[in-house]
């Protein structure tokens, strides 16, 4: 069993700053790569930046380049997304994914339950 649990959405304004959070833990061998998705309402789900575990490259959707970075904390097996410059169109559900391999089973992909992230005046 994997688990992923997001921390650090909420309501902010124009502008602000949000630093989200996401732990994995349970039969981890180890862990590929981590990312953040997000969903607005009535649009698709779509990614907004990945971090590999190997070299550590990252890739950022064109939307956010320059405002939002992540960051892996490899002990902790926590992946960051720091959020600057927020605006309205960043409002979704932010979700954390994470391609891993398990202590038995082989490698696949899990989700966390997802953070929502109000911009808004």
């Known amino acids: 069993q994997v688990q992923l649990v997001e921390s650090g959405g909420g309501l902010v304004q124009p502008g602000g700053s949000l630093n989200l959070s996401c732990a994995a833990s349970g039969s981890i061998f180890a862990i590929k790569a981590m990312g953040w998705y997000r969903q607005a309402p009535g649009k698709k789900r779509e990614s907004v930046a990945a971090?590999?575990?190997?070299?550590?490259?990252?890739n950022y959707a064109d939307s956010v380049k320059g405002r939002f970075s992540i960051s892996k904390d490899n002990a902790k097996n926590t992946v960051y997304l720091q959020m600057n410059s927020l605006k309205p169109e960043d409002t979704a559900v932010y979700y954390c994914?994470?391609?891993?391999?398990?202590?038995?089973?082989?490698?696949?992909?899990?989700w966390g339950q997802g953070t929502q992230v109000t911009v808004s005046s």
């Open positions: 994914n994470a391609d891993l391999w398990v202590v038995v089973g082989g490698s696949s992909s899990y």
């Open positions: 971090l590999r575990t190997r070299g550590g490259s990252t």
